[in-house]
């Protein structure tokens, strides 16, 4: 299993910007697909982003194209999430995940997909 901690989070306002980290341990961190999620109060959690094990192929929620960009160092074992243009809607606890399963080749993702999750960092953009 890949143990993973995710930092980066904090108050940002509407328009602005933030760069999430998750640090990755235990197993090979480069031979899994990684993702994004995030949870709103009262709400359930959702995909943000993912990106293959090589780092070739993203995928991302329609809510964020074109605004956050996922992307791995697999030297340094961590993976990021660049968020600009950031909106009150973005307010959410946001967890990284590690796929349940080594080189294995998604065309989507969900929840289900990911065995190793981290404990979350807060993203709140304020109006």
């Known amino acids: ?44 959690r959702e995909f943000v982003a993912a990106i293959s094990w090589s780092g070739i192929r993203t995928y991302y929620a329609d809510s964020v194209k074109g605004r956050f960009t996922i ?11 660049q968020m600009n243009s950031l909106k009150p809607e973005d307010t959410a606890v946001y967890y990284c995940a590690a796929d349940r399963f080594e080189y294995y080749r998604r065309t989507s993702y969900s929840a ?16």
């Open 1 to 44: 299993q890949v143990q993973l901690v995710e930092s980066g989070g904090g108050l940002v306002q509407a328009g602005g910007s933030l760069r999430l980290s998750c640090a990755a341990s235990g197993r090979t961190f480069s031979s899994y697909n990684m993702g994004w999620f995030r949870q709103a109060p009262r709400k359930e």
């Open 71 to 81: 992307s791995r160092d697999n030297a340094k074992n961590t993976m990021y999430l």
């Open 112 to 127: 289900d997909d990911f065995g190793s999750w981290g404990q979350g960092t807060q993203v709140t953009v304020s109006s």
